[in-house]
């Protein structure tokens, strides 16, 4: 006699596996153990103060501590990333991350999460967004095929993000005063005399294809009248070309010279190759 063979139910969709269930197991005891130490070790005001300080007085970081990026005809600038990990080690008993949540090629978008999250006070900020795999340049928006390139893009909005994330959690009177400390590092140097730091600055500069005039022109003076805060300036804009977060044609733009310029200048001597701007176009004028 042939008994009806007894199906084995499918496994539910809802049905938690044993790595799965350990993993979360691992994550409410790492939580619970966070706020434990944070409560028994609080964070003593004086000393996060005291490491933000020495943190700040390095040139190290006062050189990556702002950044600067073209908008609407301007310049935005603010603090970096790097300024607010550093500030988060500080304060003390923050932590923070960045995840991406799901990535959709179909719809060419990453679903990200950035958070910062004070363990003492247990207060938690925590931004969610899109990050479209495209990205805008020379007036049109360019979309990502390189995985490498969408990794990068996806890094680069996780870390703003990032960074708001933790400045919500951090005093403002903390993030202010480390700010203040980054710009007077930046303005005294790292200890080098300031025609040394100008001649430096001018050589940076030079092999990026920017002239000295160039530089001259960006800061409405000429070089030997620059002061600590224009290489600091100068600083900053050149990690910014670094990072890709600002052009040097943005930065810098050609000059060019206008018909009207050389017939006023057309009776005087021909100027010397150093009062020429070095690989600037020159209009000519218009035919007769």
Not at 52 to 72: I, T, V
Request: a neutral charge; hydrophobic letters at 40%.
């Amino acid at each position: 006699m042939n008994y009806p063979t007894q199906q084995q139910p499918a496994p539910s969709a809802d049905r938690i596996g044993q790595g799965t269930a350990v993993e979360q197991s691992r994550a409410v005891a790492e939580v619970q153990a966070a706020i434990y130490v944070a409560r028994q070790f609080p964070r003593e005001i004086g000393r996060a103060r005291n490491s933000m300080q020495s943190a700040c007085q390095s040139m190290a970081l006062a050189g990556k501590a702002f950044y600067r990026f073209p908008r609407a005809g301007g310049a935005v600038e603010g603090s970096t990333i790097h300024l607010a990990k550093t500030l988060a080690q500080s304060w003390g008993n923050i932590q923070y991350g960045v995840t991406e949540l799901r990535r959709d090629d179909e719809y060419r978008q990453s679903e990200m999460q950035a958070w910062a999250w004070d363990v003492e006070n247990n207060t938690r900020h925590v931004l969610t967004f899109i990050v479209p795999h495209a990205k805008f340049a020379s007036g049109k928006v360019k979309q990502l095929e390189d995985l490498r390139d969408i990794y990068e893009n996806n890094a680069n909005n996780g870390a703003r993000r990032l960074r708001e994330a933790i400045f919500a959690t951090i005093p403002d009177w903390f993030i202010e005063e480390a700010e203040d400390l980054c710009r007077q590092t930046l303005n005294k140097g790292d200890g080098k005399p300031l025609p040394e730091r100008i001649e430096g600055a001018v050589q940076v500069f030079a092999g990026l294809g920017v002239s000295a005039d160039r530089l001259e022109q960006k800061l409405g003076r000429k070089r030997d009248q620059w002061t600590g805060p224009d290489i600091a300036q100068l600083l900053i804009t050149h990690k910014s070309i670094q990072r890709r977060e600002v052009a040097v044609e943005d930065e810098f733009p050609q000059a060019r010279i206008t018909a009207a310029e050389i017939k006023s200048k057309g009776s005087r001597p021909a100027a010397s190759a150093d009062d020429q701007w070095a690989g600037v176009p020159v209009a000519q004028p218009p035919a007769a």
